[in-house]
T-cell receptor
Framework: DARVTQTPRHKVTEMGQEVTMRCQPI?????VFWYRQTMMQGLELLAY????????DSGMPKDRFSAEMPDATLATLKIQPSEPRDSAVYFC?????????????????FGEGSRLTVL | KNQVEQSPQSLIILEGKNCTLQ??????????LRWYKQDTGRGPVSLTI?????NTKSNGRYTATLDADTKQSSLHITASQLSDSASYIC???????????FGAGTRLTVKP
């Protein structure tokens, strides 16, 4: 049963600490997304990768957030230093998306999320 | 302004009743529109996908419609069940960059 796996599921930390969230996309998927969800903002795109290359990270505060894909089986989202306003649920999603301008109907498969609380 | 607007923001209905959720979009050029269901504490799961040539598509008690001319979609839930309580998110993709735009979602609560 293929699924996106995220760790940790829950994280409570103090302001100023480093937080690293990990995602294992579904094998064979070429696109990985990081989203943040809060009650106020809904789902916000932070970054996405296609074939491990970062395509868009304009939604991510670059001074403290970084996203990487060291290999095809692992995506990471790091916050350093963390702040209370970073408290949210962070979702990773993967999909098989056509390259270029071909129309695609690729479905996104979401992980269960990492709930982050920064005190 | 968000390119995908959903209404209502929240909705409460009694078990067994029907309801309709709306999604209006300005994403262009249009590729496809998906409705996702997100249970509390879980990740979103795709319910249906609508492409340009499709007007209606059903998935059990869920029926999605698409009017590409007016750029509107609806998700109709028939004979609601308690397990339908969730957030329903509309996601529209453009055919230029394959970018996906998310609506803010409609929070549906079904009460016994």
């Amino acid at each position: 049963d293929a699924r996106v796996t995220q760790t940790p599921r829950h994280k409570v930390t103090e302001m100023g600490q480093e937080v690293t969230m990990r995602c294992q996309p579904i094998l064979g998927h070429n696109t990985v997304f990081w989203y943040r969800q809060t009650m106020m903002q809904g789902l916000e795109l932070l970054a996405y990768f296609r074939n491990r290359a970062p395509l868009d990270d304009s939604g991510m505060p670059k001074d403290r957030f970084s996203a990487e894909m060291p290999d095809a089986t692992l995506a990471t989202l790091k916050i350093q230093p963390s702040e209370p306003r970073d408290s949210a649920v962070y979702f990773c999603a993967s999909g098989l998306v056509a390259d270029g301008r071909r129309t695609n109907t690729g479905e996104l498969f979401f992980g269960e999320g990492s709930r982050l609380t920064v005190l | 302004k968000n390119q995908v607007e959903q209404s209502p923001q929240s909705l409460i209905i009694l078990e067994g009743k029907n309801c309709t959720l709306q999604c209006n979009y300005t994403v262009s050029p249009f590729s496809n529109l998906r409705w996702y269901k997100q249970d509390t504490g879980r990740g979103p799961v795709s319910l249906t996908i609508m492409t340009f040539s499709e007007n209606t598509k059903s998935n059990g008690r869920y029926t999605a419609t698409l009017d590409a001319d007016t750029k509107q979609s609806s998700l109709h839930i028939t004979a609601s069940q308690l397990s339908d309580s969730a957030s329903y998110i509309c996601v529209v993709s453009d055919s230029y960059n394959n970018d996906m735009r998310f609506g803010a979602g409609t929070r549906l609560t079904v009460k016994p």
